[in-house]
Nanobody, 124 residues
Framework: QVQLVESGGGSVQDGGSLRLSCAAS????????MGWFRQAPGKEREGVAAIRGRTTFIANSLTGRFTISQDNAKNTVYLQMNRLNAEDTAMYYC???????????????????WGQGTQVTVSS
């Protein structure tokens, strides 16, 4: 049984930082694509970052502020978010790809398994 459990969300002020964690079980993250997505109220779920091994992908609009990494020993993926602003307010989800379909590393259609999400709220 695959489980993805996100943590690390919360409320921060404009310009602050947060690090999200996604602890995986039932899958080995080193051998698959792992992604972070976010969804703000009334908006589509969008890809934020993805990683497989040493290859990382960051959404163009977030390059320079967000980074993704993983600790294979802990089977955990991280999303470091810096210089946060109000537009980053959303529910953030971790996702895992089982290799069944491919629409690109930042496409939600690629991913099969999803966590329950962690809320990030940025206030000015």
């Amino acid at each position: 049984q695959v489980q993805l459990v996100e943590s690390g969300g919360g409320s921060v002020q404009d310009g602050g930082s947060l690090r999200l964690s996604c602890a995986a079980s039932g899958v080995t993250i080193s051998s698959m694509y792992m992604g972070w997505f976010r969804q703000a109220p009334g908006k589509e779920r969008e890809g934020v970052a993805a990683i497989r091994g040493r290859t990382t992908f960051i959404a163009n609009s977030l390059t320079g502020r967000f980074t993704i990494s993983q600790d294979n020993a802990k089977n955990t993926v991280y999303l470091q978010m810096n210089r946060l602003n109000a537009e980053d307010t959303a529910m953030y989800y971790c996702a895992a790809d089982d290799g069944g379909r491919w629409h690109g590393p930042l496409s939600k259609e690629t991913y099969t398994y999803w966590g329950q999400g962690t809320q990030v709220t940025v206030s000015s």
